[in-house]
T-cell receptor, first 115, second 114 residues
Framework: DGGITQSPKYLFRKEGQNVTLSCEQN?????MYWYRQDPGQGLRLIYY???????QKGDIAEGYSVSREKKESFPLTVTSAQKNPTAFYLC??????????????FGDGTRLSIL | LAKTTQPISMDSYEGQEVNITCSHN???????ITWYQQFPSQGPRFIIQ???TKVTNEVASLFIPADRKSSTLSLPRVSLSDTAVYYC???????????????FGSGTRLQVQP
């Protein structure tokens, strides 16, 4: 079945350490997204990519970095500059290059915690 | 920035119809309204999308008035498995920095009782 795979499901980070969250999709979608969700809150956009080798910052990009070297992959790195990284991270994709008005398909998330 | 406003929570009983309203006063001309459902520790799941008037699929209906400043998600005959958070999403765009941002509402927590 086609879908989005996020790994790992749980991740722990030490202070000052960078960590990378994986997101892979086999839906042949052009656009991919990363969101952050804090307890009891909605989703906030971190980065999105409309096409390979291109990506744009969302509302809360500070302390995060991404790459889009392959259509099916959009890894997110949480850097040591992100002072409050504990959250639930969600990756999504959509069919078109334009992000607006395109239903998104989500993975099941990675929960990141600080040790 | 277009912002959505939804009730924080709603309660219902099995078999009832549930209507969740989302307010989006600054919706852009070309924006669609999309609703998602999210269970704990899972990613949101697309439910329905519409532009105006009424849209219906196998799980829900979406009602959008002519001014498009609000929308109502209607879930017919809910069951316990419909207990979840429901998000209203409207496309958004900032012009000052050139960045674009999608706006998820705070979501509505629907609790269905037996």
């Amino acid at each position: 079945d086609g879908g989005i795979t996020q790994s790992p499901k749980y991740l722990f980070r030490k202070e000052g350490q960078n960590v990378t969250l994986s997101c892979e999709q086999n839906l042949n979608h052009d656009a991919m997204y990363w969101y952050r969700q804090d307890p009891g809150q909605g989703l906030r956009l971190i980065y999105y990519s409309q096409i390979v080798n291109d990506f744009q910052k969302g509302d809360i990009a500070e302390g995060y970095s991404v790459s889009r070297e392959k259509k099916e992959s959009f890894p997110l790195t949480v850097t040591s500059a992100q002072k409050n990284p504990t959250a639930f991270y969600l990756c999504a994709s959509s069919i078109g290059q334009g992000y607006r008005n395109q239903p998104q398909h989500f993975g099941d998330g990675t929960r990141l915690s600080i040790l | 920035l277009a912002k959505t406003t939804q009730p924080i929570s709603m309660d219902s009983y099995e078999g009832q119809e549930v209507n969740i309203t989302c307010s989006h006063n600054n919706i852009a001309t070309n924006d669609y309204i999309t609703w998602y459902q999210q269970f704990p520790s899972q990613g949101p799941r697309f439910i329905i999308q519409g532009y105006k008037t009424k849209v219906t699929n196998e799980v829900a209906s979406l009602f959008i008035p002519a001014d498009r400043k609000s929308s109502t998600l209607s879930l017919p005959r809910v069951s316990l498995s419909d207990t979840a958070v429901y998000y209203c999403l409207v496309g958004d765009e900032t012009t000052d920095t050139g960045r674009r941002a999608l706006t998820f509402g705070s979501g509505t927590r629907l609790q269905v009782q037996p």
